[in-house]
């Protein structure tokens, strides 16, 4: 197709404009061969008629459609040239907020003037590892581009950012370097990308300065070469500097600043340290009050101070040479102060009077005398003489600000040398990324040297950039095979030829600064006679004799000859140079050591080239000019360019007002010129600029195709297209795998796409339009019929119910007149039965006072006569019992002196004798049955023992109760005098609290009042209670679960970093093992291997020893780390603790007043209990008394039975055998007596007797002679036992006694210490009642909720103190009890064994052997210890998860573990509990950190939650045990607490589950965007648009591109492995939705950052993907775990994409619809949306900021990406397991023989 027929009707085209430089119009008529004049319409609807010229014909150019407007590459515009890429920029900078732009290998910068969120870490994740046109422009990307062919080709690379002052390359260099500091990071421990970012500060406050055009501009030019080793880690860097403005450290244009450094220092004046400087206001100083500008807005100098300072010691500048380089600083703002006034007309004097130069002498410590004669004079050196010649005024002046501006150069030098050895590597770096910061092209209304130097580099870079890209165009066809013609391009070797070449510019720039009496106009005529109409590049003024103009590639540039040749020279007096030499300021004179000859020009930049070790500087190379020195350094730069790989980042200045996101044409288009995006767009254009591959051209025009043009082969299918639809081949060319189009010709397809297109839908309307019309007269049609219908059905409904209501009104009147009669007989009725009710109520009442008169009479005189019958009855009884009192005393003594009478008789003594003798008898014969009958009771005993072990724990208790209420009880019998003080102090206190009582009955009816009212109050408030408690109870909770799961949070990522820093300890430690073995071993592979080789050898080959001794070295380790662990899970526990506490509290708070009034009232009635106590402490005496004589028999007997176990307690043997021992303890007491009665006797009529019993008492035993006769007496000494028994007895109640008057006295200090602190309670209770009261309503409740909290809070932490006492004290009595059950059941066997008739058999005749029988398996198992390592290394280390969880019961491993554990703990083994737990912790580390692969990790996350689970079932806790079978129960642990290692368990698990989660990351991460967002799975939606060149030199070749089938087969894996090894559903289900947010984070993320992606279609395949993933939760049925909800923000940013997007009503609806995403998120989506067709419409600007508006009051984070690292908190409910330990069953196949079953 002809160009001249895109001119038709509606064409777009752009014509010049003298305000927007290009104005868009539209053909009116189509234009012919001939026509002199273009019919146009303006956009503002005006005609407009454009003028051809006749002799060229050039027509306007033509403008894009809009779907190829706002393109991320401008070489993606099908017609390019300047106004099509102008507009392209001012759509993404003005409307979309984009500063960012491709024009084929150049990134497009535009300075926004504000502040943007897009340089976040989360961004640099985001671009890291993508390819350089998979996303959208960015610095971030093109820093990613030259790392990655840093690291893929090995070779070096650089960044060249330029622009004029104001375009932002300060900030675009920072942010690549920064990029690159925190992608690759520092090999090393110095941490160089640290130093690197930190050297920004430094060279901004000495190289930077505030201008007209710039806050923060940079006024020399800079190299940083960032070095990299063979891991692409940052090593070191080097920095060269360029062309430092020496000139405004003396002089400053209006509103404009001196270097930033000097304005810092005046800030920290009033410091102490600055004191010494003697430094002011800058408005003091000349050096820094010229610009009248001192401040920048929101730049604080002095905060900017301390990060310069903060720089220079991370740079390891000391603080001795910072304050040595600020002395020098403020010496040189003193020199600017010092005055020069005139002595003559040929000389001068300095005049002091402010003493600057006094103070600049003393700073500098220099001779005052030697300075001021030096500043007024020079030395001239003749061949015979030296003569000292005074100057003028002018010339001192120049000459001391030729002074500062060499020391500040100087000073500015040292700094980059020491900031250059701060940041060097003794290693060589491997490779290197530079990146260039230099000046852009510079033309203002006078130039001057610095201005011709700058261009002329700026020359140099534009050759470069030129043969760049032209080299990479000729690249491109050579690789498509495509026929390459020479493409015309500017070549500005001529302009640099006349600068840099013999007899240029530069050469007799150094001629003439040679010659004794050259001057600015003698150059000038020099120029003017050499070049003048010999160079096509070189003008002169014709106003002007002292100005020359220079052709440059960017526009013609006037330089000003005045100061040239002082400027190039740039002379010094060397006389002063030696007075500063001369200094005894070391750091001062170590910044001119290198010169030998001052009076030499001085350079301006270092030389970065200069030959290492080289400490001087010849003599002529101090003669070199500045600007030989500048064409040098630009030589070296540009060949250290030329090696490496150029990437080239373009600043844009939009503005010279600095308003944010306001572009200015002229400015825009002045500025693309000077910087070569013209001339690149030029060069593509020349050729073929469109180009795509085949498969994009076929989805992209295959509407365009006819059913016999679709081949198999894609490429013949595009070329027969091509050839019918485009005519002309030269049009286009096909390459290997592109097509290759002419400029022109994709808008010409588009053209016949959109056509095509319109056509079919004019056909799709038109058949809806006949179908829509149809229907709506179908509508019309049974609508009237419907009328029809209704209204006839209206009419008969009328006449019925006239009908009906006339039959009702009937009715009603019926109803009504009956109603009327029988209300009326009702009312009589019911009056007539009140009238009888209240007089029969009465007449009974009375009735019932006249019987209870009666009765009550009845009562007194029945109390009356009762008493005095008992009154006269006690009277008589009194008498009756004094009478015969009186008369057994007499009897008493007549039988008395009758005995008398007869025990003086023989004869009676010998029957009483006979009497006692048979006694006797028949009392030895009575013990002998009784020992008969104990021996059975013995043998009946023994048999029921075993029987009676529940009846004995029951006694036992019953016995101590018992013991305690005696001992009580005799304490308080002895105690009645102190307790009846006691009860007249309780009395007294008693009355005391009647009082109070009293009171507290006033103050409890003042506040029954208040709580009336306040009740009053609240049933007021109630409504409006209720309605706020629901919303209340629905946040409350949503707050506290947020707060528990950001505190969880928290937790688990410090134990992610605690992970972190074991692994690198374990690394460093492990290289460090690796390098001692290196130095061991010297016939090890060469030194060429890796590290991480190095380390996974020596890693594979750890045998069994090497894991167990790593595994004792990490026991140290974890146990010190318990602690924190155990201190940040308490803190979890707390506040899940507050959580259900508030909850309480929060449903239960109207019910809390009442409460606080019970407790009140509780308090008073236990003061008015105390009476009653002690009515009921007598009751308890008098019981006390009758238990203390059973008691007394009852140990008697205890004390007597216990030595020969003859009944068990509580059998009913053991009853008839305590009833025996009474009845045989009162026998012996009357024994007692009459044995004693007999002893009188015998001892006064049988003397002889005595005395031999007396004898042999003495020579038996001494000990035993107050009780002789009771021996001779009783012949088995039975009175003996008796009384031993008796004394026994007595001791063992003496201690009791004492025993229990010690707890007496503490229970009652514990009591009055109860009753003090109610006391206090209750005064604190009262204190806030008073003070509540006080309050206004809505404070009273809240003071009393919080004293509720506090106080609920308190008792809760005093109950979990009692809980965990009480639990320690149980699990000790279980362990004493179980003790005592084993010794006692061993004791009971070597009883029946010693009494059994076998082992009496045994005894006398052979030995016979005892088979111990098989006992049952108890679920433990046993292990020596030296096969502990063993275990370990079978059981975890080289244990193969897939065979384990095809073949073995799911846990097996946690299983066996435990049983182990179960052994130690049965054997009371702590050290063998601690080695096993530390050691299997340690190794299962071990093994996740060697195989850390999905199917090991979750092997062990199984296993480690079912540990962890096992150790919970098994902890004997109530909590865990009621889940327990009752023979689980039995196998519960008994000696050890392991809850601290539960603790430690549960980290365990929590970091192999973020292990686990950052393997699926890395899994899914490269498939996600390629199958959410790239993948076409819906055939046909998607619309391939025109992609630049970017799309097409991808950093790698494209791997096989992954589908959302792919995905969902990867999650199958992941469940189905998960749930293979046994993991817990609930564990699963928190893995898949962490998964699932991975999945919507990162295609969320990349829709965010690329353009191309955010479109309709787009939208709709995304919302396909998405319910793709429903249905597969659907189908695994894990709806509820929360991973849908984690998908809502990308299904609302795929709903953003579809809705309509136009009027306010359409604002709202998003705004409701998008909660999940943020206001940046929802701005960006909109901003982004890009037409793919050309019947979309793009989003306005008007109705983005009415959803801005909108989202205003939203309180969200600014935050613009989604934190895809981001990890859940973990939980791990209980999950007990119905496994029985015995049933487990260990397979031969693990080979664990040495694990014994116990």
Excluded at 1007 to 1030: A, F, G, H, T, V
Excluded at 1082 to 1108: K, P
Excluded at 1216 to 1240: D, G, H, P
Excluded at 1500 to 1511: D, I, K, P, S, V
Aim: aromatic share 8%; net charge neutral.
């Amino acid at each position: 197709m002809a160009a001249l027929e895109l001119y038709s009707k509606f064409a777009r085209v752009w014509i010049p404009d003298t305000t927007e430089v290009w104005r868009s119009a539209e053909l009116n008529k189509d234009y012919r061969l001939g026509d002199t004049v273009l019919h146009l319409q303006l956009e503002d609807e005006t005609d407009f008629e454009y003028k051809l010229d006749p002799k060229s014909v050039v027509l306007p150019p033509l403008r894009n459609p809009d779907i190829l407007v706002g393109e991320n590459d401008l070489t993606a515009l099908s017609y390019l040239h300047e106004p099509a890429v102008l507009h392209n920029l001012r759509v993404r900078f003005t409307d979309s907020k984009l500063i960012y732009t491709y024009c084929g290998i150049i990134l497009v910068a535009i300075n926004p003037y504000e502040s943007l969120p897009i340089y976040g870490s989360d961004i640099i994740n985001a671009y890291s590892g993508q390819n350089m046109g998979d996303m959208d422009p960015h610095i971030f990307a093109v820093s990613e581009e030259a790392y990655k062919q840093m690291a893929r080709d090995e070779k070096n690379q650089s960044i060249i950012v330029s622009g004029e002052s104001g375009a932002g390359k300060t900030v675009s260099a920072k942010y690549a370097m920064r990029y690159f500091a925190t992608v690759s990071g520092s090999s090393a421990e110095s941490r160089v990308e640290e130093k690197v970012l930190a050297s920004n500060p430094i060279m901004e406050a000495i190289g930077n300065a505030k201008t007209t055009r710039n806050d923060n501009s940079s006024r020399f030019g800079k190299y940083i070469e960032i070095g990299f080793d063979r891991k692409h880690h940052i090593i070191g860097a080097n920095m060269r500097t360029y062309l430092l403005e020496k000139s405004r450290v003396v002089f400053q244009a209006s509103e404009e600043r001196n270097y930033h450094i000097f304005y810092q220092l005046c800030a920290c004046a009033h410091l102490p340290e600055f004191e010494p400087l003697k430094l002011g206001s800058t408005d003091d100083f000349p050096y820094t009050n010229q610009g009248r500008s001192p401040i920048i807005e929101g730049v604080n100098d002095l905060k900017e101070m301390e990060a310069t300072r903060k720089a220079f010691s991370l740079l390891g500048i000391t603080e001795v040479h910072q304050m040595g380089l600020f002395q020098i600083l403020s010496a040189i703002l003193h020199l600017g102060n010092v005055e020069v006034k005139e002595r003559g007309s040929s000389s001068c004097a300095i005049s002091d009077e402010g003493g600057y130069l006094a103070v600049f002498c003393d700073l500098t410590e220099v001779l005052y005398e030697s300075m001021a004669h030096w500043l007024c004079h020079k030395k001239l050196k003749t061949a015979t003489e030296t003569l000292n010649k005074p100057v003028t005024r002018l010339e001192a002046i120049n000459g001391r600000d030729a002074l500062a501006k060499h020391i500040y150069a100087k000073l500015f030098s040292w700094i980059v040398s020491q900031v250059n050895k701060a940041l060097s590597t003794s290693s060589k770096p491997d490779s290197c990324i530079g990146v260039l910061d230099i000046y852009g092209f510079e033309t203002f209304e006078v130039n001057s040297f610095e201005q011709f130097c700058i261009n002329y580099a700026n020359e140099k870079l534009q050759q470069q950039f030129n043969m760049h890209v032209f080299k990479l165009e000729q690249e491109e066809y050579m690789k498509e095979q495509i026929p390459w013609t020479l493409i015309d391009f500017y070549d500005n070797q001529p302009c640099i030829n006349l600068i840099e070449a013999k007899m240029g510019l530069l050469d007799l720039l150094d001629e003439e600064c040679t010659m004794p009496k050259g001057s600015d106009d003698s150059w000038a005529q020099k120029l003017y006679n050499t070049h003048l109409k010999k160079s096509s590049h070189f003008e002169k003024p014709r106003m002007s004799n002292k100005a020359f103009i220079i052709l440059h590639f960017a526009d013609k540039v006037e330089y000003q000859c005045d100061g040239f040749l002082e400027k190039n020279k740039d002379t010094v007096n060397e006389e002063q140079i030696n007075v500063l030499k001369a200094s005894k300021f070391a750091l001062l004179v170590e910044l001119f050591q290198d010169e030998e000859t001052p009076a030499a020009p001085s350079s301006t930049a270092p030389s970065g080239r200069a030959k290492v070790g080289r400490q001087t500087q010849s003599f002529r190379e101090h003669k070199k000019s500045v600007g030989l020195q500048f064409r040098n350094s630009l030589h070296l730069l540009m060949d250290t360019l030329n090696a490496t790989t150029p990437h080239y980042v373009r600043c844009i200045k939009p503005n010279d007002v600095k308003a944010p996101f306001m572009l200015d044409p002229h400015r825009a288009v002045q500025q693309l010129r000077a910087c070569g995006v013209l001339e690149t767009i030029r060069i593509s254009s020349a050729g073929f600029p469109s180009r795509w591959t085949y498969q994009e051209f076929f989805s992209r025009y295959r509407v365009l195709m006819r059913q016999k043009e679709f081949l198999s082969d894609r490429k013949l299918t595009c070329q027969s297209v091509l050839e019918r639809l485009v005519q002309n081949k030269d049009k286009y060319q096909f390459g290997k795998t592109k097509i290759f189009f002419r400029a022109g010709q994709v808008a010409y397809l588009e053209k016949l796409r959109a056509d095509k297109l319109r056509a079919a839908c004019i056909n799709i309307q038109k058949t809806i339009r006949c179908w829509l019309a149809r229907k709506k007269y179908l509508r019309f049609r049974q609508a009237t019929i419907t009328l029809q219908k209704y209204t006839r059905g209206h009419q008969a409904r009328c006449l019925c119910k006239t009908l009906r209501r006339t039959r009702a009104a009937v009715i009603f009147q019926k109803y009504t007149r009956m109603w009327a009669a029988r209300r009326q007989f009702l009312r009589q009725r019911t009056a007539a039965v009140l009238i009888q009710r209240l007089l029969r109520g009465y007449t009974a009442r009375l009735e019932y006072k006249r019987l209870v008169c009666e009765r009550k009479a009845l009562l007194i005189q029945r109390w009356v006569r009762g008493f005095l019958a008992r009154w006269r009855f006690r009277r008589i009884k009194r008498a009756v019992v004094y009478l015969q009192c009186c008369a057994r005393r007499m009897l008493a003594r007549r039988e008395l002196k009758k005995l008398k009478i007869e025990a003086r008789s023989v004869e009676h003594y010998k029957k009483l004798n006979v009497g006692m003798e048979n006694k006797i008898m028949q009392l030895q014969r009575k013990l002998d049955e009784q020992h008969k009958e104990n021996r059975e009771l013995s043998e009946q005993t023994r048999q029921l023992e075993s029987h009676s072990a529940t009846e004995m724990e029951k006694l036992h208790m019953q016995l101590k109760t018992l013991q305690e209420v005696e001992v009580e009880s005799r304490h308080r019998g002895d105690l009645v005098t102190s307790l009846q003080e006691e009860l007249e102090l309780v009395r007294q206190e008693l009355e005391k609290s009647k009082e109070m009582v009293a009171e507290l009955n006033e103050k409890n009816t003042l506040l029954k009042s208040e709580k009336d009212e306040m009740n009053r109050l609240i049933q007021e408030q109630e409504q409006q209670i209720k309605e706020n408690s629901e919303v209340t109870h629905q946040e409350t909770p949503e707050h506290l679960q947020a707060q528990l799961n950001e505190e969880r949070f928290r937790y688990q990522n410090l134990l992610t970093e605690h992970l972190k820093l074991e692994e690198r300890y374990a690394d460093l430690r492990s290289e460090k093992e690796a390098a001692e073995l290196s130095k061991r071993d010297h016939n090890r592979a060469d030194s060429g291997y890796s590290s991480s080789q190095s380390e996974s050898i020596h890693s594979s080959v750890l045998t069994g020893s090497e894991v167990s001794s790593l595994e004792r070295e990490d026991t140290g380790q974890m146990a010190a780390d318990v602690s924190l662990l155990l201190k940040l899970q308490r803190r979890v526990a707390e506040l899940e603790k507050e959580k259900m506490d508030l909850q309480s509290e929060m449903d239960s708070k109207e019910e809390q007043l009442e409460l606080e009034q019970t407790k009140e009232l509780e308090d008073c009635q236990r003061v008015l209990g105390a009476e009653r106590d002690y009515e009921a402490l007598k009751e308890l005496e008098s019981d006390n008394k009758k238990l203390k004589k059973d008691l007394q028999e009852l140990r008697q007997s205890l004390s007597k039975g216990s030595g020969s176990k003859l009944a068990s307690p509580g059998g009913q043997t053991y009853k008839v055998l305590l009833e025996q021992l009474n009845s045989t303890t009162e026998e012996l007491e009357m024994r007692k007596e009459e044995v004693l009665i007999l002893q009188s006797q015998l001892v006064n009529h049988e003397g002889f007797k005595h005395k031999e019993t007396g004898t042999e008492g003495e020579s038996g035993d001494s000990s035993r002679s107050p009780t002789l006769g009771l021996h001779e007496l009783n012949e088995d000494g039975e009175l003996w036992i008796a009384y031993e028994s008796l004394k026994e007895t007595n001791r063992i109640l003496v201690s009791q006694m004492q025993t229990q008057g010690q707890t007496h006295e503490k229970e009652v200090e514990g009591l009055k210490a109860e009753l003090q602190q109610l006391r206090a309670e209750l005064d604190q209770q009262q204190q806030m009642l008073s003070n509540s009261l006080e309050l206004p309503h809505d404070a009273r409740i809240q003071a009393s909720l919080q004293h509720e909290i506090s106080r609920l809070t308190q008792q809760n932490m005093d109950l979990l103190e009692q809980m965990g006492k009480q639990d320690k004290i149980i699990r000790k009595l279980k362990k004493h009890l179980k003790t005592y059950m084993k010794k006692f059941g061993e004791a009971e066997g070597v009883d029946i064994e010693q009494y059994s008739p076998e082992n009496m058999v045994g005894e006398s005749g052979h030995t016979v052997s005892i088979v111990r029988k098989e006992r049952d398996f108890q679920g433990m198992l046993e292990y020596r210890r030296e096969d502990e390592s063993k275990l370990f290394k079978i059981l975890i280390t080289e244990l193969k998860p897939r065979g384990v969880a095809l073949n073995l019961v799911t846990g097996l491993p946690a299983y066996i573990l435990f049983m182990c554990l179960r052994h130690a703990d049965y054997a009371n083994d702590d050290q063998r509990v601690s080695t096993l737990l530390n050691s299997s912790i340690n190794t299962i580390k071990i093994v996740l950190k060697k195989r850390g692969d999905f199917e090991t990790i979750s092997f062990w996350l199984a296993n480690t939650c079912r540990f962890l689970h096992c150790l919970r079932q098994y902890s004997g806790e109530e909590a865990y045990a009621k889940h327990n079978t009752p023979r689980q129960n039995e196998h519960c642990l008994t000696n050890f607490d392991l809850s601290e290692y539960r603790q430690v368990l549960s980290d365990l698990a929590i970091q192999i589950y973020q292990q686990l989660i950052r393997v699926i990351e890395n899994i899914l991460h490269p498939k996600i965007a390629p199958a959410m967002l790239e993948q076409e799975t819906i055939q046909g939606v998607m619309g391939v648009k025109p992609t630049g060149m970017r799309k097409r030199t991808p950093s790698f070749n494209e791997e096989g591109s992954h589908s959302l089938e792919s995905i969902l087969k990867q999650l199958d894996v992941f469940y189905y492995t998960l749930l293979q090894h046994g993991n817990d559903t609930e564990v699963v289900r928190q893995v898949i939705k962490q998964q699932f947010y991975v999945i919507c984070s990162v295609t969320l993320n990349n829709l965010l950052l690329r353009k191309d992606m955010c479109s309709w279609s787009k939208g709709l395949q995304i919302r396909y993907n998405v319910c793709q993933l429903e249905e597969w939760l659907l189908d695994k049925d894990l709806q509820s775990s929360g991973a849908h909800e984690s998908l809502e923000p990308l299904i609302q940013a795929a709903q953003l994409l579809q809705i309509k997007k136009k009027s306010q009503d359409d604002a709202e609806a998003i705004c409701t619809m998008c909660t999940a995403l943020t206001t940046e998120q929802i701005v960006k989506i909109l901003r982004l949306y890009t037409p793919v067709n050309e019947f979309e419409e793009r989003v306005s600007i008007s109705f983005i900021k009415s959803v801005q508006t909108l989202l205003k009051d939203r309180k969200e984070s600014s935050q613009l990406l989604m934190d895809a690292k981001i990890t859940f908190p973990v939980t791990f409910p209980f999950n007990p397991s119905p496994v029985a330990l015995e049933t487990i069953q260990i397979p031969s196949s693990l080979n664990l023989n040495f694990l014994t079953r116990v």
